[in-house]
């Protein structure tokens, strides 16, 4: 799905303008955006929680240099689905 899909479809269920959906879609992901950037998790009754996680840093072979490199460890957004909303997808996907 697109956002242009997930606009025409929010705007079709909330019976919104096209415009005022979307406008409610970047609001949502913005303030998404800004919780998760320092470092805080986002809930949503439901739906699921959002997290920032540490990836640690790793060492790995570079093929094209020949030598073993390291990446360093960088902040990772994790997403874990309710229960409901496991539960939702589940019949979805059988039926």
């Excluded at 949503?44 to 959002?50: A, K, L, S, V």
């Excluded at 990772?76 to 309710?82: L, V």
């Amino acid at each position: 799905m697109t956002k242009e899909n997930m606009v025409a479809k929010t705007a079709e269920k909330a019976g919104l303008t096209q415009s005022e959906s979307k406008v409610l879609l970047d609001a949502t992901f913005n303030v998404l955006a800004d919780y998760l950037s320092v470092k805080k998790s986002v809930s949503i009754p439901h739906f699921g929680t959002f997290d920032v996680r540490i990836r640690r840093g790793h060492k790995f072979f570079n093929i094209f240099r020949a030598q073993i490199m390291k990446a360093p460890q960088k902040y990772t957004i994790s997403f874990q689905p309710s229960k409901e909303y496991k539960e939702k997808i589940q019949q979805g996907l059988q039926g």
